[in-house]
């Protein structure tokens, strides 16, 4: 049995364009996309055009719906939110436990999102390197067992790192930019690594990766 799981990261964010945002916004944790991040989402959606992906799962912070999104738009497929893949709830990040839009609001703007799915992990904060290493790589574990189908799981820096390293094993480096793409291969019982961390479809790419 062969199967194909391709792993990104949301584009730009509007706090790394604009670092002011966080102070006037009501979810300073919850960034949007940056302008140049939502053209990052749609080449990426064309890069992934004739791939074979069936299912698209997406961390429910705002940037990686919408990142999904045009993906999914391109694709002609519905997002399933999962919390396994959300965000590291670094205490040393976030002073509090992240406020999201609820899914009742995400669903009213991303009408492509399956009301019907339920997530396999969920996150618990604060959450330490280990504890998010752990549930990003139990959270893909999960999700190639219950979907044999090829996937693309869009996450964040961190969890684009856990979820591969779930698979492959922890003795590779993962290069996480943004808008990146990993892409495995499952052949039998055993993953390989084909593209790490890729932005060949970007036109513009960050010279130095941030996470947070």
């Not at 792993?7 to 964010?13: D, L, M, P, V, Y």
């Not at 991303?110 to 139990?138: H, M, N, W």
Request: glycine share 6%.
């Amino acid at each position: 049995m062969t199967q194909t799981v391709w792993i990104a990261r949301h584009g730009n964010r509007l706090d790394f364009v604009n670092p002011e945002w966080f102070n006037m916004a009501e979810r300073p944790y919850d960034p949007p996309l940056s302008g140049d991040g939502e053209l990052q989402a749609a080449q990426l959606g064309q890069r992934l055009v004739g791939k074979g992906i069936k299912h698209i799962f997406a961390s429910p912070f705002l940037r990686t719906v919408q990142t999904a999104n045009q993906v999914a738009e391109i694709l002609d497929l519905p997002i399933k939110l999962e919390l396994g893949l959300s965000e590291w709830l670094n205490p040393e990040w976030m002073a509090t436990e992240p406020e999201r839009l609820p899914y009742e609001v995400l669903h009213k703007q991303f009408q492509r999102i399956d009301t019907s799915y339920i997530s396999c992990v969920i996150p618990e904060y604060p959450e330490t390197s280990v504890a998010l290493l752990k549930r990003t790589g139990e959270t893909a574990q999960r999700i190639t067992a219950q979907f044999s189908e090829d996937l693309l799981l869009v996450g964040h820096g961190p969890s684009v790192v856990g979820t591969t390293q779930g698979l492959v094993g922890a003795t590779q480096d993962i290069k996480a930019s943004l808008c990146c793409l990993v892409k495995l291969v499952r052949q039998e019982k055993q993953w390989v690594m084909e593209l790490n961390g890729d932005t060949s479809h970007l036109s513009q790419t960050e010279d130095v990766i941030r996470f947070n």
